[in-house]
């Protein structure tokens, strides 16, 4: 894991950008996969705690409907529960009506997942913009960078920036940020 680090940071440091990522890696934060986290929801479930998991969760999100979807979204993909909460966060506040302003590109970023109307145009605005289409098209994009780059960081770096070569690593370490805070009230309240 420190060498995926080490590299990231020479790579980062190369490129020239300016990053404050780097002094938060420095701290230990682990940026694996925490299926420490998913692992305990299932147990949670499998317990007859299901509504306590929700609970808690909507507490955050504060949309029963869009805090099952996310939740059981990234357990079927195997996203780490609180990057994926953290990346909708990230993205629009939790706001899954939101249309964004227009991109550079002219394209827009649609509902709580902001998908880019560019790389979904086969997909009507209204169909993105519905609950449960926009998070699970969110959690098979996520995985699918996922699989292709083969960490979670740069999963989600490639998310909002759609490729390896632009990601925003304040972005990536606004969903690192929230999925610390998250993983702190889990631990107090399970």
């Known amino acids: 894991m420190r060498i995926i680090i080490i ?79 953290g990346l909708a966060y990230q993205e629009s506040r939790f706001d899954f009506d939101e249309i964004s302003k227009r991109n550079t590109d002219g394209s827009i970023d649609i509902g709580g997942y902001q998908l880019n109307s560019n790389q979904y145009k086969k997909y009507k605005i209204d169909y993105l913009l519905e609950l449960e289409n926009n998070i699970r098209l969110a959690g098979a994009h996520l995985t699918a960078n996922y699989l292709n780059a083969g960490d979670w960081y740069t999963a989600l770096g490639i998310y909002n920036a759609g490729n390896e070569k632009n990601i925003n690593f304040r972005h990536v370490r606004n969903i690192l940020l929230y999925a610390d805070m998250l993983d702190e009230k889990f631990a107090d309240k399970f």
């Open 7 to 85: 590299i990231s940071c020479a790579a980062i440091l190369i490129s020239g950008c300016v990053i404050l990522l780097t002094c938060y890696l420095n701290t230990g934060h682990e940026i694996g996969n925490r299926n420490h986290i998913n692992k305990r929801i299932i147990e949670m479930f499998n317990a007859g705690r299901a509504d306590d998991v929700y609970n808690f969760y909507n507490g955050f999100i504060k949309n029963r409907i869009a805090t099952i979807y996310i939740i059981s979204t990234a357990l079927i993909f195997k996203i780490p529960v609180h990057y994926f909460i």
